[in-house]
């Protein structure tokens, strides 16, 4: 069965300070692989999508990147972060246009 | 893009009563519609999903039902239970080539009431 993992699990990092999250899915070949956003008491907002090594799609324009060195790895990162970046970071993955499964999530205090 | 509105925003309902959420969205390519329950710290799991070629799907005691003239979508728990209690965030997607970008609603807080 597949499995989808995060980590960390939660992060303080300080305002300008860099980022870099994680998620890895195991059980499955070339998936489809998001990264949302959840800020405190809000709904998801999709901010990366990618249906293959190297290929990133993104949807808001804000200073975070992300990557795809791996068929089953997806990596958010930042230079700095912003106040604004605090929240609850899910990835998701999928079987090409098919259901999305979220993983654990990231929570991110920004100070 | 695609716009999503969800209400309401919160429902309390007494335990055995039913549970009415509904969404509607904007893009008339939309064709997938997931329903997806989010516990206090955990993460969304899907519930229940519709396909723009089907009106109405049921799951024990959760149903969906499409309609695709009026362009909203609705979610229905009959029998609520406590463990029902949770933020339940409904979405919708057009294809996009080979990925699904989900737009999801503000989410409904749902307390079931023992």
């Known amino acids: 069965s597949q499995t989808i993992h995060q980590w960390p699990a939660t992060l303080v990092q300080p305002v300008g300070s860099p980022l870099s999250l994680e998620c890895t899915v195991e059980g499955t070949s070339n998936p489809n692989l998001y990264w949302y956003r959840q800020a405190a008491g809000r709904g998801l907002q999709l901010l990366f999508y990618?249906?293959?090594?190297?290929?990133i799609s993104s949807e808001v324009p804000q200073n975070l990147s992300a990557s795809r060195p791996q068929d089953r790895q997806f990596i958010l990162s930042s230079k700095k972060l912003l106040l604004s970046d605090s929240g609850f970071y899910l990835c998701?993955?999928?079987?090409?246009?098919?259901?999305?499964?979220f993983g654990p999530g990231t929570r991110l205090l920004v100070l | 893009g695609e716009n999503v509105e969800q209400h309401p925003s919160t429902l309390s309902v007494q335990e055995g009563d039913s549970a009415v959420i509904k969404c509607t969205y904007s893009?008339?390519?939309?064709?997938?519609f997931p329903w997806y329950k989010q516990e206090l710290g955990k993460r969304p799991q899907l519930i229940i999903d519709?396909?723009?070629?089907?009106g109405e799907k049921k799951d024990q005691r959760i149903a969906v039902t499409l309609n695709k003239t009026a362009k909203h979508f609705s979610l229905h728990i009959t029998e609520t239970q406590p463990e029902d209690s949770a933020v339940y965030f409904c979405?919708?997607?057009?294809?996009?080539?080979?990925?699904?970008?989900?737009?999801f609603g503000s989410g409904t807080q749902l307390t079931v009431l023992p």
């Open positions: 998701a993955w999928s079987v090409r246009h098919e259901t999305q499964y």
């Open positions: 990618s249906v293959g090594i190297g290929q």
């Open positions: 893009d008339s390519a939309s064709n997938y």
């Open positions: 979405a919708a997607s057009p294809v996009s080539g080979s990925a699904r970008q989900l737009t």
């Open positions: 519709i396909r723009s070629n089907v």
